[in-house]
């Protein structure tokens, strides 16, 4: 299969109207309250979200790891994309973060079978996990080691599974100050290996900040 790329330009009177069609409720408005109060958590937008719900969806995910669970915004999304009975691994290193997710996922309805909140260093939790078990990873955490967590979601996924990364379009990051030099780079390098990697099918949705996603081809 061919590697391919797509892109969007999303006015912003487009995403008013998507706004409206996929309106938030409760548990997601708490979650983005939550987070907008504790500081350091921002949520992905929206759009963001009904792009990781749908694609969970999509392909019927079972087992989904998440690096930056935040205040739980984009973990209900996930969940509510994912199959029923599935479970969501998701990978923060501030408790406060994960107290606040846990009451998010309540909120929403989801059994605490449903999900595992692990606190910790993401490049110390992710080798912990087992090779090939997951249908999905979804990072966005710390700009400056998405190499590493692109290396690690390879290796978490089955073949035809998809690794997805908040926050890569040249000059973003996941909240509303510049980015730093460091973050730039690894951005960039990001966005070059993935496309340049013959066993990734990789797709790049320039929404809010650019949500990058590829998937592991088999063979």
């Not at 935040?70 to 509510?80: K, M, V």
Request: charged share 20%; with cysteine; aromatic share 6%.
């Amino acid at each position: 299969m061919a590697n391919w790329e797509v892109a969007i330009s999303i006015s912003a009177g487009t995403l008013a109207y998507i706004d409206d069609f996929m309106p938030e409720d409760d548990a997601l408005v708490r979650a983005r309250r939550n987070a907008a109060e504790v500081g350091g958590a921002a949520p992905v937008s929206a759009l963001t979200g009904v792009a990781l719900r749908f694609m969970a969806a999509a392909i019927g995910a079972r087992s989904v790891v998440e690096i930056g669970t935040g205040c739980g915004t984009s973990g209900i999304y996930l969940l509510r994309g994912m199959r029923a009975g599935s479970v969501l691994t998701t990978v923060d290193i501030e408790p406060e973060h994960q107290r606040l997710a846990r009451a998010a996922f309540v909120e929403a309805g989801f059994p605490t079978s449903r999900y595992r909140l692990i606190g910790g260093r993401a490049l110390e939790v992710l080798p912990r996990l087992a090779d090939g078990a997951y249908d999905l990873v979804f990072c966005d955490a710390d700009r400056q080691e998405l190499d590493d967590y692109l290396e690690g979601a390879l290796r978490l996924l089955r073949p035809g599974g998809i690794v997805m990364v908040n926050a890569v379009l040249p000059g973003s990051t996941p909240t509303e100050r510049m980015p730093t030099d460091g973050e730039v780079t690894a951005a960039a390098e990001l966005r070059e290996r993935v496309r340049a990697d013959e066993g990734l099918v990789p797709l790049l949705l320039p929404i809010a900040n650019g949500l990058l996603a590829a998937a592991k081809q088999g063979g």
